[in-house]
Each structure stands twice: as C-alpha cells, then as structure tokens.
C-alpha cells in the first residue's frame, strides 16, 4: 500500500555489481576508530587491541521475514541493521562495524536499493555503527538481505547465556508484545486494501504498536544504565523470537528452572486495547510475540535495590533449580508449565 | 547429474531453526586460539590483541552463482568457505573463523544440509578456521549461503589494491582460467545428460580443470611463500571474477596503468586442450574467466630475483604511469587496450 508507482527507474545491470557498491555506500562516513580500512578492498581491516571482538549475523528473506506490501525498504533497511546490532546488546558489547550483503531481482530498480540504503545509513547513524563491507548480487526471486554484526566489549563485561544461577532475578527492559500485535495490524490492514485498493486507513490509534514492528530500536543504552547501576547481569539475551523462547534459551544454557509471573509482564496500554480488539489474549501474544528487541537478562537477588524501581527495567520472574521446570505463575496464581511457542523460520518454507 | 534420488528425507520442520543449527554445528572443534566463544550465544566472542582483524562478505545464491545440476552439495559447501577465505589471503592475513547463514526451500530435507556442512567441515579443518556463528532459515525457492569470513594480520603485514607503484612487476600465483573452462565442461555435459540421461560421461580428461571449478583452493600458502622469499608485495587482490577485471581493480586504486604479456600466462596444459576442443581463444579464456581464487599481486622491481625462478608465481606484466592506460602485449608483440570483462553476477537477475 506503500508502493509508488511513479518512480524513477535505473537498472542495475547498467551499474554492474562494483558501480553499485560504490554508489549505494559512498555517503557512509566512517565513525568508529577501531574502522581501520572500509569497503573498497578484499576485506575491510579492523583494529580492537586489548577488547574482545563479539560478531553475529543475520539473515533477512522476503516473503519470510518481511512483507514489502507493508514494510518501507527504507524501514526494513533500518530495522535489518537495528536487528544485529541487538545481537551485539544482548553480549553486553557495543556495535561498531556492520557489513550489508544484498541479493535483488530484477523487479528492483536502483531507486528501490537507494531508499534501502537511506534506511541503513540512518542506523548507522543512530548507532555510530561503520558499514565496512558487503556484497551485492542478483536473486531470482525477491529481496535477500545479509546481515554481520561486530561489536566490542572488555572480557569481564561479556555476559552470555549460561551464567544465570539459582535464584536469580529475571529482568527485562522495556515492554513486550507490541511488536508482535503491530504486525497482526499491518495484516489485517494489507487484507482491506487488497479488496479496496482506495482505503485510506487511521492507524494513528496504533502508532506505538506499529513502529515497533517496522522500526524497532536495539537497547544499546542498557549497558551503560547497567553500569551506572553498578549492576552486573549474569546472562543475557535478546527478545527476537518471543519471551518464552528466550527464557528457554537462558534456562537451558544456564541449567535453571525458572518462575515467570503473569501480573509482572510490562505491556503497553495500546498493546492491551489491541488484544482486546482482536479478541486475543494478551499474555500468550506477550509471551510468544517476537521481535521487540528488548533485552532479557537475570541478576543476582542481592541487585534488587538497585533495579526496583528503575523505569526501563522490569523484574518478571526468577530463576529456580533446573529440577523444577519453567512455570508462568498466572494471576489466579496458578503454576502452569512455560511452552516455548516462539516463531519459527523453518515452518514457512513452502517453494513456489 | 548427481543426484540420488533414493536419499533418504527428514524435514527441517521437525527439527526447528535451533535444533537445526545444534545439529549441523556439532561436530565443529575449535581450532584457534583466538576463538574464545563459537557457536550458541547471541554472537560469537573472538580476541587479537595486537593484530589487526579483516572481514569479508560474500552471498551465494542458486541459479546464479551455482547449479545444483552438477554442484554436488559436499563441494559446494567447500568451495563456499574457500571463496571467503581467499579473501583473506588477498590481504595477505590469515583465515580464522568463518560464519555460515543459509536459507533454504522445503526441497532441501536434512540430509541435504547435512552434505553441505560435510564440506564446510572438511574446508574448516584443511583450512583451520572455526565455525563460529550462522543463520538458518527458508527461503522460498533455493539455496542460499552467506558466509563472513575474520581474518588476522600485523598492520604492517596487511596489503592493499592501492599500493602499487610505477613500474613495478605484475605477479600471478597458480594457473588461470582452468576454473572457467571446467564450467563450460560440465554445462555441456549437463546438456548431454538432460537429452539421454543414461549417458555416463567419461570426464577423466578434464579432470583437473573440473576440480578448479567445483573444488578450489585458497592460497593460503603464498603469505609464507612470499615471507620465506622476503618479498613485500605493494599491492594485492585475489581473482574471483577474472584476471582482467582484478587487474582493472588494482590499477584504478593504484592509480597505475599496465602492460599485460600474453605469451606468460600462465595456462594448465588441460586447459589449452580444453579450449582447443571448444575452438575458444585461450587467452581470452584466461583473462576473462574467473573463479580460479588465485592470487594477483604488485611486487617492487627490485624483487624481481627472488621471485623469477619460483614454480608457484609467474610474472606476467609490469605497471605503467596511469596516464598509459591498461594494454595486452600479444604473442604478436600488438598492443591493445585491456578490457575488463568479468563476470557481472547483476547482469542474471531475471526474476522467475
């Protein structure tokens, strides 16, 4: 519904792969200095010294991960890159250089590749990130963004997965499920102007919701807010798949039970009158919905003080002995087992 | 022509995308010293201290870039992996960890996946790099792989397109062009098989050009080659694209032209033949086929004694001022203007 149909068109076959690189990554001015030589050569050249190098990587299909009938390329440009560098967060370790692989069909017009690239600068921007490398090719169908991530961070400031321990605090930043339920809206609204192209619709009820679906931001600030806390997490974690697959995640590689508490979650009001609009409930959609980007961390008991009453962070629960399982403690305080019901990227792989 | 239509199938569905990663990445040992954390945290942790870390990029996508006709997938997940790592080597660094993404259509069972992580692992542990991060998810029609490749060097050990001077000589590694007639084999036999399928091609005469194509190796040797030579080179790149497109790349960031020798490429007898057979000239063939991963390199004149008589490198030109120009000298002793015709991955992108 965002498609211009007016637009320029350049081919990108007139480019040639090397003209394309050169033109889509020249206005990216380098911000880091650890960003030693850029694109342009074999392999960019990095320079770390006595910090550890942490790398992620992504990747991004059409049709799978993102929908363009509803997601703006310069959107999904940013949130492709806002996607990794949450990665980095969730190491406790601070982006610095990105790469951008793409691979487009011949449906894409250099315009197109253009705005995508508006979408990616901006992040590297907001993020002071450097785009020190990449490719691009042709795909036969569609749209294929890859995405790598490196970060840096001093090695007692790393936090990974597997250090939470028996009667830790579980803590997340933010609030959850909006992403999710800003998806659903998007959706239904693709639904009403494939039968009446001429709607203009008001979405303006669920702008929250909605841009944290199509314009998400990485909790970049948490560590900083952790250390002047003096607060260090013993594991950490992304929200990218839903709550209750993340929780899993650290459970497993931590070897703990935990107890997540229903009336703990922190959600939004407008996420809330969503659900209720759709008549679902909206502690499955918190806990399965994914892609919120928040940052889902556990810390020792004697932390409490300092994390209480801090407005970005919410305490939802604690880590148990592994023996006990992982319950959700509902609002009748009843104890049901956890499901990790979290999207799955394998189950949507029909060839067309 | 490979295909076993008898394997047996599971479906990635059933195993999910972390049970899959777990499954493909468990039989990888860590082999570096700088790997600190590999696979199954939200990134992987790396260190180098005093040496600096390149990183390259590179996305391979079905039907453009391979042909499952006649790409077994254990190769495919070789050459993958050495294509990356040959981007190191044009730095002259040394390839230490590799991440390894891919998307793939439900045509693929688990079995198939398992095959190409056969040769990644078999390239991981000839080439000792760690595996150290990945991605997988579907796609909607074939396979796709991006794979980053790190890297490490000293600063002072690390070489650029842009150093080359004035007059210095033009040096290539290996042979060329066998990669690009080894292609031309196998689509001809692909045509072959699809009208009589029974056929059994006898290829044992092509054989070393063919495993150019399916099966290359990176040079990793020639940074010790070149150390044990005490030769600096001033100027580097590696030929995935074509000899011809490689050197317009080193000139241009250089900012030198150059006079190319026809009668010293250095071409595989096989490949002579080869050509002959396809009645195809072979220099054009050698300087505008790519995909042979050897490398391409400026060294100072001065150096010219310590390289001459070495049965891995071959001197096949010099520099020139920039205002010169790029030329081929022929056999004829002709010049005339070199052009860059590499492999445009762009110029395939029909959509289906």
Redesign the interface.
Known sequence: MIENKNQSRTS??Q????G?IEHLTKDFPIQQEST??SV???????????E????????L?????FDLAYAPLKHLGYKAVVVNIS??C??N?VPT?I?V???????FPLEALEELYEGIKLACNYYKVDL???????????L?I?I????KAN?DE?I???GAGDNNLLVVSGDIGGAYMGLQVLEREKQVFLVNPNSQPDLSMYDYIIERQLKPEARTDIRQLLKDLDVHPTS???ISDGLSSEIF?LCT?SKVGCNLYEDKLPLDPQFINTCEEFNIDSTTMAINGGEDYELLFTIKMEDFEKVKANPNLTIIGHTTQESEGLHLITRANTKIPLKARGW?????????
Not at 148 to 151: H, L, R, S, Y
């Open positions: 990108l076959e480019l040639g792969e090397f394309l030693i030589k342009g050569d074999d392999a960019a050249v990095l320079s770390f010294e006595k550890k190098v942490v790398v992620s990587t992504d990747l299909i059409e049709g799978v991960h990665d980095i969730a190491m370790a250089q790469t692989s793409i691979a487009v069909s011949n449906r020190v490398g990449g490719d691009t090719t042709s795909s036969q169908t569609g294929i890859s790598t991530a490196i970060g090695e790393i990974y997965r597997s950490m974690i992304d995640h590689q799955n990227p394998l189950a949507n792989n029909e060839e067309e």
